[in-house]
């Protein structure tokens, strides 16, 4: 399966994630992503991802010398982000919930909960 349209929907909720309980730089965050199993993320989308989520007031940022090369610049979610990653987590368990009944389902058995509901 081609995942990538998939994380295109989801990119920003999985940044949030990623830097609930620590903060992160960017090369930082693309790779907590594919530890996590998000194998597939490029790094052009997840600095993309930073600039808007910084931009629309979801995350704070900050820079920090750094001995071997450049500064870098840190990302951290605020009360905004924090409040958007609730409401998408909700709504991602629910339709997660959905998915897997849809899949797990026979065709019989939605026929007979959807003649039920009717």
Avoid: C
Avoid at 16 to 25: F, Q
Avoid at 55 to 84: D, T
Avoid at 93 to 107: D, H, N, P, V, Y
């Amino acid at each position: 399966m081609d995942t990538t349209q998939l994380l295109k929907g989801v990119l920003d909720v999985a940044v949030l994630a990623v830097i609930r309980d620590d903060d992160g730089y960017g090369y930082d965050i693309v790779r907590r992503l594919r530890a996590a199993g998000i194998v597939d993320v490029g790094d052009a989308s997840v600095y993309g991802t930073l600039r808007r989520l910084y931009s629309a007031g979801m995350l704070s940022s900050y820079v920090v010398p750094s001995e071997g090369g450049p500064h870098r610049k840190y990302y951290g979610i605020n009360a905004q982000g924090s409040s958007m990653l609730a409401a998408h987590t909700k709504d991602w368990k629910q339709f997660a919930g959905i998915m897997s009944e849809l899949l797990s389902t026979t065709r019989s058995q939605r026929s007979t909960t959807i003649g039920e509901k009717a």
